[in-house]
């Protein structure tokens, strides 16, 4: 083959062995034709162009272009609509070359021009990848773009996908920038990318990261490959970078964040990203999606307006409204969290799980974000107030052994809860911490100052966990009244307590007294000076629980069981006249009610 094979319209075609190059500097069109199972035969007249000729059913023509995108990190929008990390110059990275594979149909001539190749591009066949994940072959079509994200195009007829584009570059005094682009939409699948399979879990992303993290390349090539495709409904290649509108959607996938993927790209830059991540709110469990949107935005820097991409991040509630009647160790029989959507959240850090943010607190304006809450106590009267949650993304949640939770990431969970040690402020509300009994209602309400809640483990398809009480900070009135100590209790649920008529619990024991932290249990010494017992007595009430109709009671598992006896309510120090130990003689009389 010559060295050159063609000069035309100002555009250079060069042959290199079986590779051709093609340089138009007027439309700055730059391809490269690699030939495959192509023959070039001689020109049939003296001033003729050599031609091209499909020696098999396997001939291909490979299209190779430059580049389509270049990746660049993002600022950071804060909660308080500030922008930080932007830093000049932002660091960029350049995809990979991408190439379009067509088929030649076996035998067909054709002349080795430029104007010839770039027809044929537009009515040859478009070679794709089979069924993935895996690397495209040499003459399979495989486009990077977006970076590290190998796109290809998909149809069940690859002949309706088509190219169009300028044979020529025009006669007017300007050229516009050469590209070819898909006539009609289509689907695509990120095919592969370096990024898949999974090696092993990610580090935490780093604050400046890419719109598209190493996570969601990931997953798009599982989702894409598997659970359905892409629809692109633009995309374009050029010299100076390609144009795509991508938009992806899929049902929840086990293990899998992401639900949906929209990018738009034009010229290699993106203007617009968006993701959507799957994931659960801890310790309550409710559903909830990570919206992530990189945009493209007029920014202020040193006295300059740049345009920089800026990312964003809220989260939306998906599931509003959880019940827990059944969960007996939780004052509330059902939780709703009013808040629908938290605005733009601050950067997120990182929580001990490894992966790209895949556990963090939600902040906003440099502080955790308050979720407004409405809560039913067991008597179904509601309750107002706000709680920090933590966000946990699904495959964090679903992607341990047999589809659970790993026993690490629970750990790591629980200790930054324990650590933070979040408190559910309720503003001394009556709440009924068990359905009031039938003889006297409200008798299980307490005026409640705070509470701290925690996890217990919970099966089905949700959330691995749901919300327990640790501990509350609570007031007795009538028993200040009566002792005249209005110091504050704290309470846990009773492990006896499964509702009003379960068995084993006869007494209707619902909660115990325990230390601040709800580790602990604690006796407390209730004590009525003479001035409030007729001056005739000197009493110690011991209580170490909370029961239905009674109120504080001693022994709270002799009463659970049916055995209670009023000595126990005693203390040691109780006296009548001075002298007489009333839990003695309180102990002699029921031993003679047994005889």
């Known amino acids: 083959m010559p060295e050159r094979v063609e000069i035309v319209e100002t555009a250079a075609l060069f042959a290199d062995g079986q590779v051709l190059t093609a340089l138009r500097p007027r439309d700055l069109l730059s391809l490269r034709f690699s030939l495959h199972d192509l023959e070039v035969l001689a020109p049939t007249t003296p001033l003729g162009p050599h031609r091209l000729r499909a020696r098999s059913a396997g001939a291909r023509l490979i299209v190779d272009f430059g580049p389509q995108h270049l990746v660049e990190d993002t600022a950071a929008r804060q909660g308080d609509g500030s922008v930080t990390g932007l830093v000049a110059p932002m660091r960029t990275a350049l995809a990979s070359a991408s190439r379009l594979v067509f088929q030649v149909p076996n035998g067909e001539v054709t002349p080795l021009t430029l104007a010839a190749l770039l027809e044929g591009m537009q009515r040859w066949t478009l070679a794709l990848p089979g069924p993935g994940p895996r690397t495209p072959t040499a003459t399979e079509t495989a486009i990077e773009l977006p970076w590290r994200c190998v796109l290809a195009p998909f149809a069940e007829d690859p002949k309706t996908i ?200 939600p902040r906003s304006r440099g502080r955790p974000y308050p979720f407004s809450l409405r809560l039913w106590d067991r008597d179904q009267r509601p309750h107002e107030a706000s709680l920090p949650l933590i966000f946990v993304k699904a495959s964090i949640v679903e992607g341990g052994p047999g589809g659970q939770i790993a026993a690490a990431h629970l750990s790591a969970l629980r200790s930054a809860w324990t650590s933070a040690a979040p408190r559910l402020h309720l503003g001394r509300a009556a709440i009924a911490y068990a359905a009031s009994s039938q003889e006297q209602a409200g008798d299980t309400h307490l005026t409640t100052s705070w509470m701290r809640l925690g996890d217990a483990l919970a099966a089905g398809p949700a959330a691995p966990w749901r ?129």
């Open 162 to 361: 088509t190219w169009r584009h300028a044979l020529t570059p025009g006669d007017g005094p300007y050229a516009p920038l050469w590209f070819t682009r898909l006539t009609a939409g289509c689907e695509a699948r990120v095919i592969t990318s370096p990024d898949h399979p999974r090696a092993g879990p990610l580090p935490h992303a780093a604050p400046t990261a890419p719109p598209l993290l190493a996570s969601h390349r990931r997953e798009l090539v599982t989702l894409t490959n598997s659970h359905g495709h892409a629809r692109v409904d633009a995309l374009a290649l050029s010299s100076l970078g390609g144009w795509l509108d991508a938009e992806g959607r899929w049902p929840p996938t086990p293990g899998v964040d992401l639900v949906r993927w929209i990018h738009r790209v034009a010229a290699g830059r993106d203007q617009s990203v968006r993701t959507v991540e799957r994931g659960y709110l801890y310790p309550l469990g409710h559903e909830a999606a990570l919206i992530t949107v990189s945009e493209r935005t007029p920014v202020a820097r040193a006295g300059r307006t740049v345009a920089a991409l800026v990312k964003r991040r809220t989260l939306l509630i998906g599931q509003r409204a959880r019940a827990h009647a059944g969960d007996h160790d939780l004052p509330f029989a059902k939780i709703e969290i009013l808040t629908e959507e938290t605005g733009d959240l601050d950067t997120p850090g990182a929580l001990g799980i490894p992966g790209d943010e895949a556990a963090f607190w």
């Open 467 to 595: 919300p327990r009480l640790r501990v509350a900070e609570v007031r007795l009135p009538a028993l200040e009244a009566l002792v005249g100590d209005a110091q504050p209790r704290h309470i846990k649920p009773s492990p006896r307590w499964a509702g009003p008529s379960a068995p084993g619990n006869a007494g209707g024991v619902y909660a115990v007294f325990t230390d601040e932290d709800g580790g602990a249990l604690v006796e407390h010494d209730l004590a009525f000076g003479p001035d409030r017992a007729g001056g005739l007595a000197n009493l110690s009430l011991k209580a170490t629980g909370l029961a239905r109709r009674f109120g504080p009671v001693a022994d709270d598992d002799a009463l659970a069981s049916g055995q209670f006896t009023p000595s126990s309510l005693l203390a040691a120090t109780s006296r009548l006249l001075g002298g007489v130990s009333l839990r003695d003689a309180l102990a002699a009389s029921e031993a003679l009610v047994r005889e």
